[in-house]
């Protein structure tokens, strides 16, 4: 059974800056490419960065591409998401999980308030 593990979250002014954690366990982390995904209040939960196994390669979505930048520490089963210049748009519920489907069951997620 595989748990995740987010957290890292709160309430912040914008222009401010957050890194939120993603703890896996239950399985090896570092044979599986990960990703961040968040979901706004009524709307769809939609990708925000993903990083491959050796964390080598990474790509973000466009909304955040030169403000957040997705990491992890295979050893400590942790992947990570440094989130700078927040803006009010920002605000969601962050969650992780595998990049590549089927994902895993998803985690309760850590909330990421930005007010402007």
């Known amino acids: 059974q595989v748990q995740l593990v987010e957290s890292g979250g709160g309430l912040v002014q914008s222009g401010a800056s957050l890194r939120l954690s993603c703890v896996t366990s239950?399985?090896?982390?570092?044979?599986?490419?990960m990703g961040w995904f968040r979901q706004a209040p009524g709307k769809e939960r939609e990708f925000v960065a993903a990083?491959?196994?050796?964390?080598?390669?990474?790509g973000s979505a466009d909304s955040v591409k030169g403000r957040f930048t997705i990491s992890r520490d295979n050893a400590k089963n942790t992947v990570y998401l440094q989130m700078n210049s927040l803006k009010a748009e920002d605000t969601a519920v962050y969650y992780c999980n595998k990049w590549f489907a089927p994902v895993w069951a998803w985690g309760q997620g850590t909330q990421v308030t930005v007010s402007s």
């Open positions: 990083i491959s196994r050796s964390g080598g390669s990474t």
């Open positions: 239950g399985r090896t982390m570092s044979l599986y490419a």
